[in-house]
């Protein structure tokens, strides 16, 4: 109802123009027939377009709240947070996410630089973290495993990352005293 009292506000406005006198729109008619027909035939465009425009922005605004009801059911809030409070912790949560991608790409991804440490040193077992990258290749594990046995070190803990052709390998080993003596060539 209100739609249609409105289109009616805007056809009657189209059709006087800015005249207030009818008589004017009457006196114009019945000299210009074919100006009135125009006339009526751009209203009517006037008319279809004002609806298209209405209704996508009606679209555009229930895509925008769909969108953002999304985003309140990913994020701890309350489902009447407001637009900018919620845009704001959708800011902060991303600049989170990128922090924490960025700190885990710096541990895991094969650098060019080795590690060797001695994580504990105890009365019959010193336990090494060695940290190295390489080359990926087929048979780097059985390497790696030949000479874990050959030096008698048990392997307590291994992680291997593998990208873009180059391996990083994190291993904390563990020697006994009574199988190396003197511990101080192992370091």
């Known amino acids: 109802m209100q ?6 506000i805007f056809s009657s406005f189209l059709t006087r123009g800015f005249c207030s006198s009818s008589t004017t729109t009457t006196t114009t008619s019945s000299f210009y027939p074919s100006i009135i027909e125009e006339d009526t035939i751009s209203q009517d465009k006037a008319l279809a377009a004002l609806r298209n425009h209405k209704e996508a922005e009606r679209k555009r605004r229930a895509r ?18 407001d637009k900018a409070t919620l845009l704001a912790k959708v800011v902060q949560r991303v600049k989170e996410l ?6 885990l790409s710096n541990e895991s991804l094969p650098s060019e630089t080795d590690e060797f ?11 090494f973290k060695v940290l190295f990258c390489c080359e990926d290749r087929p048979d780097l594990m059985q390497d790696l495993v030949e000479t874990l046995k050959s030096l008698k070190m048990k392997t307590l803990y ?13 291993l904390i080993v563990a020697a006994d005293k009574e199988h190396h003596g003197d511990d101080s060539h192992l370091l």
């Open 3 to 8: 739609q249609e009292i409105s289109d009616q």
């Open 64 to 81: 925008i709240n769909s969108h953002l009801s999304m985003l309140r059911n990913l994020l701890p809030c309350n489902s009447k947070t």
């Open 98 to 103: 990128k922090q924490q991608t960025l700190e």
């Open 117 to 127: 440490s001695v994580l504990n040193f105890d009365n019959g077992r010193t336990i």
């Open 158 to 170: 291994a992680d291997m990352s593998t990208i873009g052709g180059r391996t990083r390998n994190v």
